[in-house]
């Protein structure tokens, strides 16, 4: 239920590419219903053969109050087994591994020298600013993220009444979450 295509994801990252843009980062989703072997290797070896030499793939999570999971809840579409999910994550592993790809976290990979700057400050604690809908900022003893609702979040803004949510960070809050990170 994506409001793009696969054609027009792909026709995004070649006008990058051709406006000069190198330093691109592509997500991949993994663990699609009826997502075949065949057909997550062949999105993989697409997304190497772009050359981007960062990329993120998430394993699919069925959420309540979507429209997969009302599909997945009513036997339209078939869950995707642990098992199915890890083969695909194996074979993630061994193709970007086989193309100069280091796994730098559970989700990312990256060709030397262009790991996430982004990410890394998320574990070293550092500040940043998220802009738009569902954008997460901290400042260091509070975190806020906006509303998700690209609609709800555009008439806050145009009506001037508040769009995200803060929540204040206890010093032990802090300390724990330095020592998880």
């Given at each position: 239920?994506?409001?793009?295509?696969?054609?027009?994801?792909?026709?995004?990252?070649?006008?990058?590419?051709?406006?000069?843009?190198?330093?691109?980062?592509v997500?991949?989703?993994?663990?699609l219903?009826?997502?075949?072997?065949?057909?997550?290797?062949?999105?993989?070896?697409?997304?190497?053969?772009?050359?981007?030499?960062?990329?993120?793939?998430?394993?699919?999570?069925v959420?309540e109050?979507?429209?997969l999971?009302?599909?997945?809840?009513?036997g339209?579409?078939?869950?995707?087994?642990d098992d199915?999910?890890?083969?695909q994550?194996m074979v993630?592993?061994?193709?970007?591994?086989?193309?100069?790809?280091?796994?730098?976290?559970?989700s990312?990979?990256?060709?030397?020298g262009?790991?996430?700057?982004?990410?890394?400050?998320?574990?070293?604690?550092?500040?940043?600013?998220?802009?738009?809908?569902?954008?997460?900022?901290?400042?260091?003893?509070?975190?806020?993220?906006?509303?998700?609702?690209?609609?709800k979040?555009?008439?806050?803004?145009?009506?001037?009444?508040?769009?995200s949510?803060?929540?204040?960070?206890?010093?032990?809050?802090?300390?724990?979450?330095r020592?998880?990170?």
């Open positions: 239920n994506r409001a793009h295509t696969v054609d027009e994801s792909q026709n995004c990252v070649r006008l990058a590419q051709s406006e000069g843009f190198d330093n691109l980062t997500d991949l989703i993994y663990g219903p009826n997502l075949t072997m065949d057909e997550w290797r062949n999105h993989v070896q697409t997304v190497i053969d772009f050359g981007v030499p960062h990329i993120s793939a998430y394993c699919l999570t959420e109050k979507t429209v999971h009302k599909m997945v809840a009513a339209k579409i078939d869950s995707v087994t199915a999910q890890s083969e994550f993630l592993l061994e193709m970007l591994e086989a193309n100069g790809y280091a796994q730098y976290e559970i990312n990979f990256a060709k030397p262009f790991e996430s700057k982004h990410n890394g400050n998320y574990w070293k604690g550092e500040w940043y600013l998220g802009v738009g809908p569902s954008a997460h900022s901290f400042n260091g003893t509070s975190r806020r993220w906006n509303v998700a609702n690209n609609r979040y555009l008439k806050a803004i145009a009506e001037e009444t508040e769009y949510e803060t929540e204040v960070l206890t010093p032990e809050n802090q300390f724990n979450e020592i998880l990170t």
